[in-house]
C-alpha cells in the first residue's frame, strides 16, 4: 500500500514506515525509506491530536480494505467494486492521501 502526505510532496510504502502522532496534531513518518532510520518526515498537519488520530483511523481502515481486496476473488473484486462508490475505491487499489484538516472530522 502507498501513502502520500497530506501536501502530496511525499510517497512511500506503508509496509517500511512507523507513523507517530504527536501530542501537537502533527503526524511522522519514520523508517528506512528515506536513508537514515533517525529522520522523522512530517507527513500531515492536523488542528489538535484528535484529529490527527481519526486520521490515522482511516489510515488502519483503508489498509484494512486493501489487504481483504487483495485475497479476494475475481468474482468477488468485481462485486466489490460495483458495491464501492468512487471515493472509496481508492482504498482498494492501496492508496491513502492525509486528509486535510476539515476532512479528519472527529
Not at 537514515?36 to 486520521?55: F, L, P, T
Not at 486528509?99 to 479528519?104: H, I, L, R, V, Y
Request: charged share 35%; with cysteine.
Amino acid at each position: 500500500m502507498r501513502i502520500l502526505s497530506q501536501d502530496g510532496k511525499f510517497d512511500f510504502p506503508y509496509e517500511r514506515v512507523c507513523l507517530e502522532v504527536s501530542d501537537s496534531g502533527k503526524i511522522f513518518a519514520q523508517g528506512d525509506v528515506w536513508g537514515k532510520r533517525d529522520n522523522y518526515i512530517e507527513v500531515a498537519r492536523y488542528e489538535n491530536e484528535e484529529k490527527a488520530r481519526k486520521a490515522m483511523e482511516m489510515l488502519r481502515e483503508a489498509y484494512m480494505v486493501h489487504f481483504q481486496y487483495k485475497h479476494m476473488t475475481a468474482e468477488q473484486r468485481a462485486f466489490f467494486i460495483n458495491c464501492t462508490v468512487e471515493k472509496e475505491q481508492e482504498k482498494i487499489y492501496g492508496v491513502f492521501c492525509f486528509p486535510s484538516d476539515d476532512e479528519a472530522e472527529v
